[in-house]
């Protein structure tokens, strides 16, 4: 069984920095999709990256610029390089694996901008 274990929120303030990690237990040999969503109260989540297995990265357009996805794949562990922060940012931010048998979510990261 997949689980997904998240690091790296925190409290910045604007035009600052964070990189979260999150990392993928068990078996990860199929081709599969890792990305990240961020939520904040009352609103849906929104997809902010994702990376396939054996493509480029794709990025929401209010974090175009700023953000960077990547991933080792020998780690089984993808990161989100988050610079020039805004307080717009704020969120909890979910990172998920996609698959062909389904997707799994991992427990989430606060990630807080303010001065």
């Known amino acids: 069984q997949v689980q997904l274990v998240e690091s790296g929120g925190g409290l910045v303030q604007p035009g600052g920095s964070l990189r979260l990690s999150c990392r993928v237990s068990?078996?990860?040999?199929?081709?599969?999709?890792i990305g990240w969503y961020r939520q904040t109260p009352g609103n849906q989540r929104e997809l902010v990256a994702s990376?396939?297995?054996?493509?480029?990265?794709n990025y929401a357009d209010s974090v175009k610029g700023r953000f960077t996805a990547s991933r080792d794949n020998a780690k089984q562990t993808a990161y989100l390089q988050m610079n020039n922060l805004k307080p717009e940012d704020s969120a909890i931010y979910y990172c998920?694996?996609?698959?062909?048998?389904?997707?799994?979510w991992g427990q989430g990261t606060q990630v807080t901008v303010s001065s």
């Open positions: 998920y694996l996609n698959t062909a048998i389904g997707t799994t």
């Open positions: 068990g078996d990860l040999t199929i081709s599969n999709t």
């Open positions: 990376i396939h297995s054996g493509g480029p990265a």
